[in-house]
């Protein structure tokens, strides 16, 4: 059973948006946990995309995507979500939510401080 899967990707023309969801199972206490937004391009490492504490008080960006995402959480639903607006064709990625492992302190920015990763989901920006 996946603890995280995500939705809501897909083809969109620049400057276009789209919002992506990840959906925690019961098996993981989701308010408990800070959340993160990664992505991968192909060819590329894994990046970080932006992250958020468990109340959802403080969020954090890559500077790539400060001004134009917003990562936002409903813990009575255990869901979170990356609203992404302007995208650009460098947007183009797979896009992975994951649960930090520690359970203390603000939003972490490193790929090894997430413990829980979901399956991914494509984000394809072009023309």
């Known amino acids: 059973q996946e603890l995280l899967v995500e939705s809501g990707g897909g083809l969109v023309q620049p400057g276009g948006s789209l919002k992506l969801s990840c959906a925690a199972s019961?098996?993981?206490?989701?308010?408990?946990?800070?959340m993160g937004w990664f992505r991968q391009a192909v060819g590329k490492e894994r990046e970080f995309v932006a992250g958020?504490?468990?109340?959802?008080?403080?969020?954090n960006y890559a500077n790539a995507v400060q001004g134009r995402f917003t990562i936002s959480r409903d813990n009575a639903k255990n869901t979170l979500y990356l609203q992404m607006s302007d995208l650009k064709p460098e947007d183009t990625a797979v896009y992975y939510c994951?649960?930090?492992?520690?359970?203390?302190?603000?939003?972490?920015?490193?790929?090894?401080?997430?413990?829980?990763w979901g399956q991914g989901t494509q984000v394809t920006v072009s023309s």
């Open positions: 958020i504490t468990r109340g959802g008080t403080t969020t």
């Open positions: 019961v098996g993981l206490a989701f308010s408990n946990y800070n």
């Open positions: 994951a649960a930090d492992s520690r359970p203390w302190g603000g939003p972490r920015t490193t790929t090894s401080a997430y413990g829980y």
